[in-house]
């Protein structure tokens, strides 16, 4: 189970950072991911790292801006997103996906950026 967390009301230019918290078993081996639904948009890719953490990626429109961290031991996965912009708000979903494939969704965390 995936329990995100960490979202809320700021400002255009503010930060946040969400947790996304893994229970029940460990996702060591799993690369773990962020995702965003914005109201009315299709859910989209914003952030991923590999099991190991060696590797990250980001979307174009985030790059620069948010970071994604993992810690293994507290099996929990971060995003710090900077400079957020009022089109940052959406709801932030976790995913974590092991090597064969199967994936595993956390409930959503809203983030609201006034302008």
Request: proline fraction near 2%; hydrophobic fraction near 35%.
């Amino acid at each position: 189970q995936l329990q995100a967390s960490g979202g809320g009301l700021v400002q255009a230019g503010g930060s946040l950072r969400l947790s996304c918290a893994a229970s029940g078993r460990t996702f060591s081996s799993y690369a773990m991911g962020w995702f965003r639904q914005a109201p009315g948009k299709e859910r989209e890719f914003v952030a991923a790292i590999s099991w190991s953490g060696g590797s990250t990626y980001y979307a174009d429109t985030v790059k620069g801006r948010f970071i994604i961290s993992r810690d293994i031991i507290e099996n929990t996965v971060y995003l710090k997103m900077n400079s957020l912009k009022p089109e940052d708000t959406a709801v932030y979903y976790c995913k974590a996906v092991n090597r064969l494939g199967s994936a595993v969704w956390g409930q959503g965390t809203l983030v609201t950026v006034s302008s």
